[in-house]
């Protein structure tokens, strides 16, 4: 199979490179870069938690915002 055999033809296509292509699309439609939590973000949280779980909860809904 050749590049030629790549066609527009719409996301109903079964040939191997069609197929290929619609992902690599797809994944660059939907691809986003993971936000971390700075050190200080962290410390700042650490310091509001009153146990390991709240740590943890707090944690969660940080990353959560950031990575919405």
Known sequence: ??????HSCGYYCDKPLCI???RDE???MFAKEW???TATEIKILRR???SD???AELLQAKL???NK
Do not use: N, S, Y
């Open 48 to 50: 509001a938690a009153t």
């Open 26 to 28: 797809l994944r660059e």
């Open 35 to 37: 936000v971390d939590l």
């Open 64 to 66: 959560k915002d950031k």
């Open 1 to 6: 199979m050749t590049d030629t055999d790549i």
């Open 20 to 22: 290929k292509a619609q």
């Open 53 to 55: 779980r709240r740590f």
